[in-house]
Every structure is written in C-alpha cells, then in structure tokens.
C-alpha cells in the first residue's frame, strides 16, 4: 500500500494532512498526539491541558490516552482537554489489564475520566510474547471484554498494540478480526524476534515491525499508528526530528503517534508534518540499514521490557 492512497485531504482550517484511520473510514490527522509519559511530564494538569489545547488548534485530532498513563490521570486531563468538544476527535485508550472482569471496570472508569459514553478506540496495551497473548485470548481475558465493550458500543472498535515483539503482534494480527494496530516503527527498525525463554536478539534487519507485523495489518486493511519513531529519544541524535518524521510517515500508517512534552516541540514536529513530502523507497532503505546498523541492537535491548507508563 502507497502513502498515497491513505491520503485523505488537508483540514482547511489548520493545514494538517489527513489520512485514511483504515477499515475504520475514519479520517485523522497525520500526527497524533501520544498522551503517555510526554504529556505527564508536564505535571501540572492546567499546563497539560493547555498542551492538548494547542494539539487540537494546530490540527491534531488524534489523542491516545490509556489507564496505565499515571493510573488516569492522563485520561483525567484528556477529559478536560476536550470537554465541550469532543466532535470530530478520535479519542483512543488502552488497556494493560489481562482479566477481563476487572478490566471491564477499568473501561467503565476511563468513559468517566474522559468525559464520554463512548471512545473510539480501545487497544490492548503493550502486547508482549506468546505467554501475554495467551492471557489476552483466554475465555476470561481481556480480548472477550473488548469484544463485549464494542458489543455495548463503549468502544467503536478494538485494536492492539506492541513496542517489543513483532513475531506475536503478528499472531494475533492473523488470529483475531482486530480494527486497529499500533506499532514501533522507526528507521532503526526496531523490533525483537520471540524465543524460548523470552525474548531474543536475532541480527537479521527483517526482525522488525516494519517487516514482520505491518504486512499482515495492511492485508487486513487495519488502520495503523506507528509509535517510537525517535525510539524514545534513542534516536535523536543519530538523525533530526525532520527526518524521523518523514521516514515513519512515509510508511503506510493513518498517523505517526509523538509525545511532546514541550510545546517548542509540537511547533517544529506538526510544522513537519504539514510541510510532509515522502522519502523515495531508496532514501528509506539507506537510512534504515544505517540506523538498524548502528542502534537496533541496543534499542531492541532496551525496549525489550518497556512499556509507557
């Protein structure tokens, strides 16, 4: 899939490229806005919410919130971001809880954090390995819960999302009818391969998301967000932000995911964004086998047992 058939249009009101959310039919901004850690390193909530504010005047309309942000308080300070105006936003949270009856009160909190009757998307949070997924799939689990939230139109679709293992995202990709994925897609092509034991460095470049897991959810025309596309800051000095961008961008996902915990920097990456021009297929493949070359050894180290939070 080309970039440019999810392109969707630019808002006329901020100039944001839209795209395509997938077999959603949704339409949002090229760049959402990642409330995790970035957004509560703001820590005072009026200065939090004033940041989501200035996200939704320079277009963004997608906010990605979860429980696991601060026990709530990212989806406390979502909600009142978005009070009064919550038309045309995607709101999406997530889930890290794997049982499902304990996570179906958990949804019902974070609908009242955030203010709504309804989000539009709910993923499981940071899918691990093959051990995690079986959690996820059992008949108590957490995917029967979402299945019932949807049923009971908490949640307009379910998704899921992975920093670590691209093997087992891709599992359940081809195993079960999800709407959505989010993924770490970076031009280091970050990504461990699942091994006995836990997870294992395998040195072949194609062990990556980008190559393993975004396949499968382009097949199933899923809507995809990449995350970590400056692997968490792990990458910001071995290329500029502009490139970063460009190479994540240049992918064919919905929207790149960034948090940004200073408003300089939502200035520069949206100003990127807007001014997007894809990177031939040559230019991505030099960056990635320089980058994966240099950093994805002790990048797929350190995401190895990282979740936000």
Excluded at 4 to 12: E, P, Q, R, Y
Excluded at 81 to 97: C, F, N, P, Q, V
Excluded at 133 to 158: C, H, N, P, S, W
Aim: charged residues 25%; glycine residues 10%; hydrophobic residues 40%.
């Amino acid at each position: 899939m080309a970039v440019k058939s999810l392109d969707a249009g630019t808002d006329a009101r901020s100039g944001m490229p839209m795209r395509t959310f997938g077999k959603t039919g949704a339409r949002i901004s090229c760049v959402g806005l990642g409330c995790g850690s970035r957004l509560l390193s703001y820590k005072d909530e009026d200065k939090a919410v004033a940041a989501v504010h200035k996200a939704l005047s320079l277009g963004v309309n997608y906010l990605d919130s979860a429980f696991g942000y601060g026990s709530g308080v990212s989806e406390t300070w979502v909600g009142k971001a978005i009070a009064g105006r919550r038309d045309g936003l995607w709101i999406t949270t997530k889930m890290s809880e794997r049982d499902g009856g304990k996570a179906m009160g958990i949804i019902e909190a974070s609908l009242k954090r955030l203010g709504v009757d309804q989000v539009d998307l709910i993923h499981v949070h940071s899918l691990l390995g093959e051990e995690d997924l079986a959690k996820v799939e059992a008949k108590t689990g957490l995917l029967q819960t979402l299945y019932k939230a949807r049923d009971q139109k908490m949640t307009r679709f379910i998704g899921v999302t992975s920093h670590t293992d691209p093997v087992t995202l891709k599992e359940a990709l081809e195993r079960h009818d999800f709407d959505c994925t989010q993924m770490s897609l970076n031009a280091a092509l970050v990504g461990m391969k699942s091994g006995k034991g836990g997870m294992v460095i395998n040195e072949a470049l194609t062990t990556s998301f980008e190559h393993i897991a975004l396949p499968v959810a382009l097949k199933k025309k899923m809507g995809v967000t990449a995350m970590k596309i400056f692997a968490q800051d792990g990458l910001m000095r071995a290329a500029s932000v502009e490139t970063l961008i460009r190479y994540a961008l240049s992918l064919p996902v919905a929207s790149a995911v960034l948090g940004m915990p200073q408003l300089e920097f939502m200035d520069e990456n949206i100003a990127v964004a807007k001014a997007f021009k894809p990177m031939k297929k040559s230019e991505m493949r030099d960056l990635s086998g320089r980058l994966s070359k240099e950093h994805k050894a002790r990048l797929d180290q350190f995401f190895r047992d990282h979740v936000d939070a």
